[in-house]
């Protein structure tokens, strides 16, 4: 079923009036966020226009009056980002096409000191959007989806959302740190990235064995 911007703003803006509880109202935008940017009959070619020196792109969809809500298209060249910002208020952001990282900071100084500030890193999500029904937009997606279908999805159960979210959190962990790519030769995705805490390769015959996934997967440890 298609969903335009323009009811996307009527939506939203109805659910601000309902109330101003930002768990509330993030729990409430978000799906229906995720079914506009699903929609993409709003989507122009001029949205996947970015600045080569800023390093992406920012196309306002819709701005209210009042400045109480602003709906942007941005597109990232690859590899470019911006640095740690605070947006001074909520905001969700729905993939449309490609990965993206979110990088999550608390800010630890007071923030008196212009041009200064101590940051402390508190997480990061990397998400990965494809286009429904179009399968040729990321071939990658379309892999990486089999294997963790292959290799979890077809050996587990959940019993709701929150368990499932957990459990595939838990499968991430190992694909990116402790699982071995045959197509990176050999190395996890997080060596490959620079962002692996694993300093020192197994002995083959000095090992013991470790669970992974709830008991799902077993894999050798160094002993
Ligand atoms: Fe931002």
Known sequence: MSYSLEQFVKDVKHIMAESNDEHELLSEVRPIARQAARDRS???????????????????????KDKSLFIVAVSWLPGRGAPPHN????????????PERNVFWERL?????????????????????????????????????????????DHVLFWNTLDLE??????Q???????????????????????????????????RWQTHCRGLIQLPLAA
């Open 42 to 64: 709003w989507l122009k070619k001029e949205h996947y226009v970015a600045d080569e020196k800023q390093g992406f792109g920012s196309n306002p969809l819709h701005v209210e």
């Open 87 to 98: 947006h001074g208020t909520w905001a969700i952001v729905a993939g449309v096409d490609g």
């Open 109 to 153: 100084d007071d923030g008196l000191r212009e041009g200064y500030a101590e940051l402390r890193k508190t997480g990061d999500i990397d998400e990965v959007k494809t286009v429904p029904d179009v399968q040729v937009s990321h071939p990658f997606v379309e892999r990486l989806i089999g294997t963790v279908r292959r290799e979890f999805l």
């Open 166 to 171: 957990r459990k595939l959190g838990d499968f």
């Open 173 to 207: 962990h190992y694909y990116n740190h402790e699982r071995v790519h045959a197509s990176l030769g050999g190395a996890t995705p997080a060596e490959v990235a620079g962002k692996s805490t694993i300093t020192t390769r197994a002995k083959i015959n000095d090992f």
